[in-house]
């Protein structure tokens, strides 16, 4: 697997896959398996090399501890406050990898439905998605704002 556009990551996200890696890589060189059995032992470090190079993958192509900027334009790294128009329900979340803890935050892919659909709204943009099961949403983007920012004020809060 090789992904050629770039992931964006919190910093904390950043190390938890640099630590599971590490211990991943650590697990490889020592052979360890879990299972006597030879084929269960295979499956588990067919297992193990498909994460190594599915998080070396995005470790390559990781952006982290830089915010996008301040424009409120939705792209990943932003943190969006969104309306969906059917329901008048908010949600605020990260666009960003799922690929580790976010301190609590909801994230969706850029690839996501609604992802896809958000990236590059502007406030106030109105913008339709369609669910795997071809339900079709409105969704309004009410705000964006760097990740940094949202975990800056967070902080200066408590």
Do not use: C, K
């Amino acid at each position: 697997m090789t992904n050629s556009s770039p992931v964006w990551l919190t910093p904390h996200a950043h190390e938890q896959l640099r630590s599971e890696l590490a211990e991943l890589l650590a697990a490889e060189a020592a052979g360890q398996a879990e299972n006597a059995d030879p084929e269960d032992r295979l499956t588990a470090r067919r297992q193990r090399l498909a994460r190594i190079a599915h998080i070396r993958d995005l470790l390559n192509n990781a952006v982290f501890g830089q915010d996008p900027p301040d424009d409120g334009i939705a792209e990943p790294g932003m943190v969006l406050t969104v309306r969906y128009d059917d329901t008048a329900d908010t949600e605020t979340f990260l666009l960003g990898s799922r690929a580790g803890d976010h301190d609590d935050l909801e994230v969706y892919s850029p690839d996501s439905p609604l992802g896809a659909a958000l990236t590059g709204a502007r406030r106030g943009e109105q913008r339709t998605y369609r669910v795997p099961n071809g339900t079709e949403f409105r969704v309004t983007l009410l705000e964006a704002v760097p990740y940094g920012h949202t975990v800056t004020s967070a902080s200066h809060s408590v």
